[in-house]
T-cell receptor, first 112, second 111 residues
Framework: EPEVTQTPSHQVTQMGQEVILRCVPI?????FYWYRQILGQKVEFLVS????????KSEIFDDQFSVERPDGSNFTLKIRSTKLEDSAMYFC??????????FGPGTRLTVL | DQQVKQNSPSLSVQEGRISILNCDYT??????FLWYKKYPAEGPTFLIS?????DKNEDGRFTVFLNKSAKHLSLHIVPSQPGDSAVYFC??????????FGAGTILRVKS
């Protein structure tokens, strides 16, 4: 069964460093998303991506964040200068647009 | 942002009995509702969904009911099994866009 994959499973970084979280969505899907879940809080929407551009972003998704689909398979989330409050689980999701969103296993980001 | 609320943080049910998880929403623009199940250190796994044009959707042991006038939906699991123990998230979307999640309900099914 096709699935969304994410790497790494756990990323530890120093405050102020750049991180890139990687996702491989399901191959025939067209819509891609990043969500995050801070420990003990809700899963929150960050950004949606369709047709090689951002279709919607939340207030959380400020200038420190960017997304890219560098090739036909990967979908990345970059945080340019990490802050302590960026520590969270980051989930990638994808959908064909006519069914539910499928989520990856997540990347745990720890900012020290 | 309290557009989707799950007011019960946890629920404990005996194996074989029915589990009922509840969810309320405030945004009238929501037209698609989903339930996801999540185990620790894993991503949310889709369970069942319902469009706002329906009031019930059933898939095996899982049934979702939607009451639009009350802006309320519920997930029924019957019979409950120990493997159903997980966190259950209610989520909603408007026009097939981003998902807005509730805070989740921890379900414990006791054997």
């Amino acid at each position: 069964e096709p699935e969304v994959t994410q790497t790494p499973s756990h990323q530890v970084t120093q405050m102020g460093q750049e991180v890139i979280l990687r996702c491989v969505p399901i191959s025939n899907h067209l819509y891609f998303y990043w969500y995050r879940q801070i420990l003990g809080q809700k899963v929150e929407f960050l950004v949606s991506f369709y047709n090689n551009e951002i279709s919607e972003k939340s207030e959380i998704f400020d200038d420190q964040f960017s997304v890219e689909r560098p090739d036909g398979s990967n979908f990345t989330l970059k945080i340019r200068s990490t802050k302590l409050e960026d520590s969270a689980m980051y989930f990638c999701a994808s959908t064909s647009g006519v069914d539910e969103q499928f989520f990856g296993p997540g990347t745990r980001l720890t900012v020290l | 942002d309290q557009q989707v609320k799950q007011n019960s943080p946890s629920l404990s049910v005996q194996e074989g009995r029915i589990s009922i998880l509840n969810c309320d929403y405030t945004n009238s623009m929501f037209d698609y509702f989903l339930w996801y199940k999540k185990y620790p250190a894993e991503g949310p796994t889709f369970l069942i969904s319902i469009s706002s044009i329906k009031d019930k959707n059933e898939d095996g042991r899982f049934t979702v009911f939607l009451n639009k006038s009350a802006k309320h939906l519920s997930l029924h699991i019957v019979p409950s099994q120990p493997g159903d123990s997980a966190v259950y998230f209610c989520a909603a979307s408007a026009g097939g866009n981003k998902l807005v999640f509730g805070a989740g309900t921890i379900l414990r099914v006791k054997s």
